[in-house]
């Protein structure tokens, strides 16, 4: 049961490189998420979607941007990588019900150099 | 806007000690959820509180929430090394979407 899969683990970038975060999820949930984790922070939502071809910023979305064609992956793009996007990217799953905690993958760790 | 606060940010227990985490948020929300992050890793879901008055205990936790005051506490029994990792708090924003706003989290170190 893989659950939610984030591609790939580590990358560094440099300056002005671009680069698409990978997520996708085995559980048929319809919500998904980007979340960004600066050292020492908790998680600042970037992103989000309720469901195919539905998407919403979070509260900091700039120099991101996200599609949901499926309701299995929700890549994140970053346009022009600047060393503030530095952090550890993750993304995750919910539904509405009985269960309606996020499931996390294992992150992303991003370097911008 | 939405703003969740914890504290303590960094609680240094001993073995055996009680402890409670506080995790107070701005705005109406009746939905409130604790994460555990252990170093390097992803966070795992500890529990979920979906009423005013509702208590989850799990092993030496337990998490209580407080619609009202808009409060939840994150109780340690007798805390052991295990337990040492980071806790955070989520609230959820909007109800329909199940975003979450997080706190910053208690870095929790317990000692021998």
């Known amino acids: 049961n893989a659950g939610v899969t984030q591609t790939p683990k580590f990358r560094i970038l440099k300056i002005g490189q671009s680069m698409t975060l990978q997520c996708t999820q085995d559980?048929?949930?319809?919500?998904m998420y980007w979340y960004r984790q600066d050292p020492g922070m908790g998680l600042k939502l970037i992103y989000y979607?309720?469901?195919?071809?539905?998407?919403d910023k979070g509260e900091v979305p700039n120099g991101y941007n996200v599609s949901r064609s499926t309701t299995e992956d929700f890549p994140l793009r970053l346009e022009l990588a600047a060393p503030s996007q530095t952090s550890v990217y993750f993304c995750?799953?919910?539904?509405?019900?009985?269960?309606?905690?996020?499931?996390f993958g294992q992150g992303t760790r991003l370097t911008v150099v | 806007e939405l703003k969740v606060e914890q504290n303590p940010l960094f609680l240094s227990m001993q073995e055996g000690k009680n402890y409670t985490i506080y995790c107070n948020y701005s705005?109406?929300?009746?939905?409130l959820y604790w994460y555990r992050q252990d170093p390097g890793k992803s966070l795992e879901s500890l529990f979920v509180?979906?009423?005013?008055?509702a208590v989850k205990q799990e092993g030496r936790l337990m998490a209580s929430l407080d619609t009202k005051a808009r409060l939840s506490t994150l109780h340690i029994t007798a805390a052991v090394h295990d337990l040492s990792a980071t806790y955070f708090c989520?609230?959820?924003?909007?109800?329909?979407?199940?975003?979450?706003?997080f706190g910053t989290g208690t870095l929790l170190a317990v000692q021998p």
């Open positions: 995750a799953s919910t539904q509405t019900g009985l269960r309606p905690e996020a499931f």
């Open positions: 559980m048929n949930h319809n919500y």
């Open positions: 979607s309720v469901g195919a071809g539905i998407t």
């Open positions: 705005t109406t929300s009746d939905r």
């Open positions: 509180l979906l009423s005013n008055g």
């Open positions: 989520a609230v959820d924003a909007s109800g329909a979407t199940n975003k979450l706003i």
